[in-house]
Nanobody, 118 residues
Framework: QVRLVESGGGLVQAGDSLRLSCVVSGRPPKISAIGWFRQAPGKEREFVGTSRSDGSTTVADSVKGRFIIFRDGAKDTVFLQMNSLKPEDSAIYYC????????????WGQGTQVTVSS
């Protein structure tokens, strides 16, 4: 069983920063990537960024320059550092695991709420 737990969300003001954490536990398959997604009310889920097992990262254009993804190499833990937050960043943020043997993000956390007030 694979378990993903996100934490670090909260209510902040525009311009503030937050750091989200995603801890993968249980017996995960060999992980190719751990990604971050978000979903705002009434909107589709949106890709935020990903951290790959080769150390590379990608962030979406919508957050580039403000959000950084980094990984604890010793653990299956990925962080999403969010700077210069905007009200439009308000959403539930989810992390997900892409196993090597899969072609998609197969395991998801329950999400953590981020609310940015103007």
């Amino acid at each position: 069983q694979v378990r993903l737990v996100e934490s670090g969300g909260g209510l902040v003001q525009a311009g503030d920063s937050l750091r989200l954490s995603c801890v993968v536990s249980g017996r995960p398959p060999k992980i190719s990537a751990i990604g971050w997604f978000r979903q705002a009310p009434g909107k589709e889920r949106e890709f935020v960024g990903t951290s790959r097992s080769d150390g590379s990262t990608t962030v979406a254009d919508s957050v580039k320059g403000r959000f950084i993804i980094f990984r604890d190499g010793a653990k299956d833990t990925v962080f999403l550092q969010m700077n210069s937050l905007k009200p439009e960043d308000s959403a539930i943020y989810y992390c997900a695991v892409w196993p090597y043997v899969s072609g998609s993000y197969d395991y998801w956390g329950q999400g953590t709420q981020v609310t940015v007030s103007s």
